[in-house]
């Protein structure tokens, strides 16, 4: 592994840093783990901005699960200070910020970022680290696999707990999402496909979600508001399924009667590297557009999807599903994927 020149800090630790620093009288931040790499300690701080006690539901945006997985993050810290700079001036913001929780953790795995790889300093895949396995077939090695850390989509090994930044995220989902009647999270990575997914709960298994008609219900409002917004939505299973897939855990374990609706946005990057053959060679370039117009317009697209979910936590009565509609919306979700193998 390469010892990148600045060890002990990189460029997004700083700049998430710098944005805590400037935000210190607007965001709440607390450091939740701490994650050991190369004699570096770094911390997983998720800050929250907001300083009063919310009744509604919280949207939290995690991104850095994947440590190559770059443009997520600067997604996140590009909204962030964007929050900030409008709360010197925008009432309607500062209003909003009053009732809806946002929580932020930008950077989930630091020393995968550190050192420029997907997994965390122990080898391990994040997102194929919790202990459920899927229900049918998964890609070969990238469904997730316990070989070795040798390879790359590594689960860790059978019955070990699981990593501290797994567990740490799952932490934070605890106590910021689950224990509430609703909450909303978006997972940031890039990397696979085309085009740009939003994608949700299950990778485990081909069958429905719970909360389809929930999930379906703001696929619907966002699709309405935003038409030209060029995201497939859908269940990931509709891709590929995946073992040991951390969302699926997270929704699985929420107490019942909570509805906790987890998406993960996915930046395809083909695109990028069809347009620009080169960045194939770089394992940076894979997961993250090389070029700086490319990056302008990927950092530019995605603001309204967080918008939207954080306005969708304002007043959740208007638009949660009950009753016949929520069957409706079930019928069509159901009409929409035919729930079988991935295909
Ligand atoms: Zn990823």
Not at 15 to 36: F, N, P, T
Not at 69 to 79: A, Q
Not at 87 to 96: G, H, N, S
């Amino acid at each position: 592994m390469a010892q990148p020149p600045n060890a002990g800090s990189f460029a997004e630790m700083q700049q998430l840093e710098s944005i805590l620093e400037a935000g210190a009288s607007r965001l709440d931040a607390c450091r939740v783990g701490e994650v050991h790499a190369a004699a570096s300690a770094f911390p997983s701080t998720p800050p929250a901005s907001g300083r009063t006690i919310h009744a509604r539901p919280p949207s939290v945006f995690f991104a850095g699960i994947h440590g190559l997985e770059r443009i997520g993050t600067h997604l996140l810290l590009d909204y962030m200070r964007m929050l900030l700079w409008r709360l010197e001036w925008d009432e309607l913001l500062e209003r909003q910020l009053q009732s809806v929780r946002l929580v932020f953790m930008p950077i989930v795995n630091p020393g995968g970022m550190w050192a420029g790889a997907r997994a965390n300093p122990n080898g391990v895949d994040l997102m194929r680290n919790a202990p459920q396995d899927a229900i049918g077939r998964v890609p070969p090695l990238a469904g997730g696999q316990r070989v070795g850390a040798w390879l790359p989509w590594y689960r860790g090994k059978l019955g070990a707990p699981m990593e501290v930044e797994s567990a740490v995220m799952l932490q934070v989902v605890e106590q910021q999402l689950q224990g509430r009647p609703l909450s909303f999270a978006l997972d940031c990575h890039s990397g696979y496909g085309w085009g740009d997914s939003i994608w949700f709960p299950y990778a485990r298994t081909a069958a429905p979600m719970p909360h389809l008609p929930e999930m379906y219900a703001l696929k619907t409002m966002f699709e309405q508001a935003h038409p030209h917004h060029g995201y497939a939505f859908e269940p990931q299973s509709r891709q590929y399924l995946l073992h040991g897939d951390l969302w699926d855990w997270a929704y699985d374990h929420t107490p019942p009667g909570n509805i906790f609706l987890p998406m993960t946005l996915e930046l395809g990057s083909w695109l990028w590297i069809k347009k620009n053959p080169r960045q194939l060679f770089s394992r940076q370039g894979f997961f993250n557009p090389v070029k700086a117009h490319r990056t302008a317009r990927v950092l530019r697209r995605h603001a309204n999807l967080l918008d939207f979910l954080a306005r969708v936590a304002y007043a959740p009565e208007r638009w949660l599903p009950r009753g016949q509609r929520r069957q409706e919306l079930l019928d069509r979700a159901n009409a929409q994927w035919p729930w079988g193998p991935p295909g």
